[in-house]
């Protein structure tokens, strides 16, 4: 099956510092990729949808300016949490559609940030 | 806007019994899809089934089959035989058909544990 990698799985940061999280499709190509957010036992939040070779589509509350969004190629999608703070500690997923007619998303294994 | 909710925030069962998840969603559209999807302790995202609205006819994936009720906007997720590799988070699921950029809406998951 379609296979999405995410990178770093584990990332602990300085406050004030930016960090960034790749998204790779790895045996298919995904002209789209979405970010989603899950806080402790909690659900997944969709954050963004990822565009590649445009503007990312951010959802309702999610500063853009924050979570910067980088869809360069059909395999990479990149999301870098600037400035971060604890509040955006949190554990961060991808997903990039599979086959058009079926509806499912593959998700990537999720990474987890720690901003101390 | 789509909802999902899933009212059951933890379900338990015994080895080999059958443990039935329950799932309601709303929305005005006559064409969708609904997932389950399991979330175990890596945190790594898997599909256990999908079904698409205009099929009459529930889904089934092994031990796993849904109860699909269009007018009651209610599908509930059923495990078989259950086993102990099933504990873990379960999420329903919705999207719309959007040509490959199907944003999934999700319920706030069940917590199912699995008794030896």
């Known amino acids: 099956g379609a296979v999405v990698s995410q990178h770093p799985s584990w990332v602990i940061c300085k406050s004030g510092t930016s960090v960034k999280i790749e998204c790779r499709s790895l045996d298919f190509q995904a002209t789209t990729m979405f970010w989603y957010r899950q806080f402790p036992k909690q659900s997944l939040m969709l954050m963004a949808t990822?565009?590649?070779?445009?503007?990312?589509?951010?959802e309702q509350g999610v500063e853009k300016d924050k979570f910067l969004i980088n869809h360069a190629s059909l395999t990479l999608s990149t999301l870098t949490v600037t400035s971060a703070h604890p509040e955006d500690s949190s554990f961060y997923i991808c997903s990039a559609p599979g086959r058009r007619d079926t509806g499912e998303l593959f998700f990537g294994e999720g990474s987890r940030l720690t901003v101390l | 806007a789509q909802t999902v909710t899933q009212s059951q925030p933890e379900m338990s069962v015994q080895e080999a019994e059958t443990v039935t998840l329950s799932c309601t969603y709303d929305t005005s559209e006559s064409d969708y899809y609904l997932f389950w999807y399991k979330q175990p302790p890596s945190r790594q995202m898997i599909l256990v089934i999908r079904q698409e609205a205009y099929k009459q006819q529930n889904a089934t994936e092994n031990r796993f089959s849904v109860n699909f009720q269009k007018a009651a906007k209610s599908f509930s997720l059923k495990i078989s035989d259950s086993q102990l590799g099933d504990a873990a988070m379960y999420f329903c699921a919705y999207s719309l058909p959007q040509g490959g950029s199907e944003k999934l809406v999700f319920g706030k998951g069940t917590k199912l544990t699995v008794n030896p």
């Open positions: 990822s565009n590649e070779g445009s503007k990312a589509t951010y």
